[in-house]
T-cell receptor
Framework: AQSVTQLGSHVSVSEGALVLLRCNYSSSVPPYLFWYVQYPNQGLQLLLKYTSAATLVKGINGFEAEFKKSETSFHLTKPSAHMSDAAEYFC???????????FGKGTRLSVIA | EAEVAQSPRYKITEKSQAVAFWCDPISGHATLYWYRQILGQGPELLVQFQDESVVDDSQLPKDRFSAERLKGVDSTLKIQPAELGDSAMYLCASAQGAVDNEQFFGPGTRLTVL
């Protein structure tokens, strides 16, 4: 069975500092991995996705993530946090097309001025 | 840019009442999902449609929840009767069914049961 673990339900960084949100997955087959962002009372917006091409994936708004099979990780990073990055971030996994996503519990990112 | 539409955005109801949510996926997307997101948690699948057929409803509480996608386009999710524990965000997502399984989410319906 697939599962996703997001370490840290809340991460707080200063504006301009590095953002690192952690995601570990469990999948019996090569996974598809996703990071979504959610602002209050809104739906989920895709930041980036890994689909077995390049292991370093670049997404929108300056975010990127690296797929590390040996560590079963897909951590999300951004070199310099902006106030507008404050939101809830979800890591998700699926193992093929046309299957539901399995989400982690989310990490709330706060950015301090 | 094409988007997934959902209505209403917010719904407040009393327990034991019936509620219904509507979703219009991106045109041409054959796969439609309904997820429920409890406050502070990640979304969890309720039901998946492929065109008008249910693919997976194993997590749908069928004693009170029903979902349909009669013409394979828009979809309705119904709860009858609503219970206090149903308070959550209900998210609809659609996908082309491409290999990479990218899903596009609507803005959600925030349900509060009093």
């Amino acid at each position: 069975a697939q599962s996703v673990t997001q370490l840290g339900s809340h991460v707080s960084v200063s504006e301009g500092a590095l953002v690192l949100l952690r995601c570990n997955y469990s999948s019996s087959v090569p996974p598809y991995l996703f990071w979504y962002v959610q602002y209050p009372n809104q739906g989920l917006q895709l930041l980036l996705k890994y689909t077995s091409a390049a292991t370093l994936v670049k997404g929108i708004n300056g975010f990127e993530a690296e797929f590390k099979k040996s560590e079963t990780s897909f951590h999300l990073t951004k070199p310099s946090a902006h106030m507008s990055d404050a939101a809830e971030y979800f890591c998700a996994v699926s193992y093929s097309g046309n299957t539901p996503l399995v989400f982690g519990k989310g990490t709330r990112l706060s950015v301090i001025a | 840019e094409a988007e997934v539409a959902q209505s209403p955005r917010y719904k407040i109801t009393e327990k034991s009442q019936a509620v219904a949510f509507w979703c219009d996926p991106i045109s041409g997307h054959a796969t439609l999902y309904w997820y429920r997101q409890i406050l502070g948690q990640g979304p969890e699948l309720l039901v998946q449609f492929q065109d008008e057929s249910v693919v997976d409803d194993s997590q749908l509480p069928k004693d009170r929840f029903s979902a349909e996608r009669l013409k394979g386009v828009d979809s309705t999710l119904k709860i009858q009767p609503a219970e206090l524990g149903d308070s959550a965000m209900y998210l609809c997502a659609s996908a082309q069914g491409a290999v990479d399984n990218e899903q596009f989410f609507g803005p959600g319906t925030r349900l509060t049961v009093l």
